[in-house]
């Protein structure tokens, strides 16, 4: 039997530099948490590495890997610039 | 579960001074309040490379930026004696000369307004997802950075 | 001798909104602003044994006043990097809830503006010579004082 | 032959509290300097004793004894209390 995650797809969107980079919303399947989205991205597009961002999960800047689930809320934000 | 109602901060454009005017008089009929402190932010015409900024093209995570406000001010008012706090900025176009930015803290005494105003716009700065696009004169543009 | 041109920061009754508006206003052309730091001083109904503040007169000893303002305006110039600053201070009777300081400075950077502002509004509360009657609601009076 | 300062006469100015007491403007005349200012003062006006306030002389607040003449500003200034 597969992992329940296996069939997971998780929407993930993106802003500043990086939508211009991947658009404004990308979706991947099979990614059982963070380190394992951004791999993937990296692949699916390598400009991404050259881009310093975070990663936020429901809203929340993650600092180490973090498990995803299909109702995960996942956006890459660089750098800040409000105001 | 916490209930949480984030009010809105955000504005199309850029903000009037007939809107900040507006502002401060509707505080006349609050008597106990001793001092205003307001932050402005202004769109600069910075120069890029021998290239001027023209104006600034704002985008949001809104959600998660509403968030973070209300995180803000929760903060700020346990730590300072605030009367009121008011916080808004710009979404789409600002042009060089005008303001996107606009924070107004009161209290009955100036010491909270002041140093309440002061942190909420580093915080602000620091936390909240906002993304300026500088568009030049020559019409390329380039991504500000926070510093 | 030096020669000094202090410029007037009195004026009569409550500061408006519509004239801090005006203040803001005429900034936009100054494009190499990227922060304004505002304060304003509002009058408080204190409660004084029992009365409230109704309204506070002020009066000022103003030759002195301005050659304190100038001198005090000559050292934030000279600590911080300003693009321009605009105090206003009010004579005469100004109702509670009305405004009767306000301190304007404008930076290319944020913590310019704010910090010369703050300080600009400490030094003037302590060194200029102006004096506020407290008119309470049954017609009395008293005198306050700066802390 | 008498000193120079005994024909002159100083006007001073006074602010908020100690106007009401003394008036807006008050002359005195033989007072070399300050301290014998506020020592004819408080004899003609008892109440000043009571009150706190500092002396300008030519706009500047002094705090030690100072030489006057006739053209000598003098201000007498209570607790300020503007903003």
Known sequence: MLPRYYFMSVKIILFGKLAEIAGGSVSVDN????????????KRYPELTTIKYVIAVDKQVI??????????MVALLPPFSGG | MKER???NIFVQGPIAASFIADSIQKHSSKTDIGGHSIFLGQ?????????EVASIEY??????????????????FAKYDLTCMHVYHSLGSVKAGEIS???????????????????????????????????????TYHWKENK
């Open chain 1, 31 to 42: 990614v059982p948490d963070t380190d394992s989205l951004v791999d993937l991205l990296n």
């Open chain 1, 63 to 72: 600092t180490e890997n973090t498990g995803l689930n299909k109702k995960s």
């Open chain 2, 5 to 7: 109602k984030p009010k």
């Open chain 2, 43 to 51: 769109v600069r015409a910075d120069k890029i490379e021998g290239k």
């Open chain 2, 59 to 76: 985008t949001a995570y809104e959600d998660m930026a509403l968030e973070k406000m209300y995180t803000i001010r929760e903060d700020i």
């Open chain 2, 101 to 139: 930015l606009f924070v107004f803290t009161s209290s009955a005494h100036r010491k909270a307004a002041i140093d309440a105003c002061e942190e909420t716009v580093e915080r602000l700065k620091a936390e909240l997802p906002v993304w300026g696009k500088e568009l030049l004169t020559d019409e």
